[in-house]
């Protein structure tokens, strides 16, 4: 049986879709650190040692997804937590809500405060060059946003699905969910996105609108272990 793309997304989305923005040393790639914290290896268990050298400095934390290179000295990895990789296979009935617009340069200044206070660690200053972002100002503030991340032939994740605390309640989240899914599966791909079992709220959005679960996949941290400096 052919591996499936989606068990291993962040490898399959640097070689194909973000390929010109992969930095990659033998079995090993990643985001540019100012774009995305993801690393990945083509399979289990690969010795990437030496590729990891290269790649990620001392003070860099990386994250993998799905599949993850063999222990080595000198590095530690620690498993984060099971998520849930869920997928939406068919148009959702849309819902009524306020005008949405495609975020560009000129409002990265409110998405990276609306990510740094809802969504930090993952979102970067160069994020939004992995794909469409949109939003829902209110009030002359950023109040919801959500955006593309990573994706390849068939698929295309979405992520960055955050409301500031003072709009949560009004629906927006679901408005761009439905819109956003909408507008995947239009283009014949198919939307997946990842959210944390702990999440409930998330998850119940995600299940209510489309969304099911495909499998629970692994995720993990990867820095240089000081203690053998």
């Known amino acids: 049986m052919s591996p499936h793309p989606l068990d291993n997304p962040i490898w399959e989305s640097l070689a194909s879709r973000h390929r010109s ?73 849309e819902v009524g809500g306020p005008d949405l617009i495609e975020l560009t340069e000129i409002h990265r ?21 992995l794909g469409c972002y949109f939003g829902i100002y209110q009030e ?22 955050c409301t500031h605390p003072d709009f949560n309640g009004r629906g927006y989240a679901r408005h761009l969910l439905i819109w956003l899914s909408n507008d995947i599966l239009s283009r014949g791909l198919t939307p997946f996105l990842h959210v944390s079992h702990e999440n409930r709220r998330a998850k119940e959005l995600y299940a209510q609108n489309g969304y099911r679960l495909r499998r629970d996949i692994p995720f993990w941290s990867l820095r240089r272990d000081d203690s053998h400096a």
């Open 21 to 93: 923005l992969a930095l990659r040393d033998g079995d090993a790639a990643r985001y540019p650190p100012d774009v995305a914290p993801f690393l990945g290896v083509p399979a289990d268990g690969v010795d990437a040692a030496i590729s990891l050298e290269s790649l990620v400095p001392r003070d860099d934390t990386v994250l993998l997804l799905g599949r993850a290179p063999a222990e080595s000295e000198g590095w530690r990895m620690r498993q984060l937590a099971l998520l849930a990789q869920m997928v939406c296979s068919a148009p959702i009935p």
């Open 109 to 129: 200044a409110d998405v990276l405060a609306l990510t740094a206070l809802v969504y930090p660690h993952y979102f970067r200053p160069r994020t939004v060059e």
């Open 140 to 161: 002359g503030r950023l109040a919801a946003m959500i955006g593309e991340r990573m994706g390849m032939d068939e698929y295309t994740e979405i992520s960055a699905v």
